[in-house]
Nanobody, 120 residues
Framework: QVQLLESGGGLVQAGGSLRLSCAASGYEFNINRMGWYRQVPGKQRELVAQIENGGKTDYADFVKGRFTISRDNAKNRVDLQMNSLNVEDIAVYFC??????????????WGRGTQVTVSS
């Protein structure tokens, strides 16, 4: 089964930057869309940013101008550059991919999540 492996979370001071990376691994899969979601305890998981095969991007309003999503289709990898981080960005960030595996219908796959903490 396809796995999404995230890296790059951690602790940063307010105003600082972090870069998250996620790579998909497996056999015979084709990814349409990749993205990042985040979740805090007691709240629903919410979209941060996503990018389609052709490069079309979509950002949540609360990260526009601060975060940049990018993708390497050849490596099945998606990155999220996060700048000007603030305490409201504290969350577990999850990699997401909309993909088909072995010709099955497209569905969502999720990484295990990586913690982002911002100190004030």
């Amino acid at each position: 089964q396809v796995q999404l492996l995230e890296s790059g979370g951690g602790l940063v001071q307010a105003g600082g930057s972090l870069r998250l990376s996620c790579a998909a691994s497996g056999y015979e899969f084709n990814i349409n869309r990749m993205g990042w979601y985040r979740q805090v305890p007691g709240k629903q998981r919410e979209l941060v940013a996503q990018i389609e095969n052709g490069g079309k991007t979509d950002y949540a309003d609360f990260v526009k101008g601060r975060f940049t999503i990018s993708r390497d289709n050849a490596k099945n990898r998606v990155d999220l550059q996060m700048n000007s981080l603030n305490v409201e960005d504290i969350a577990v960030y999850f990699c997401n991919a909309w993909l088909t595996e072995f010709g099955t219908p497209y569905r969502n796959y999720w990484g295990r999540g990586t913690q982002v903490t911002v100190s004030s």
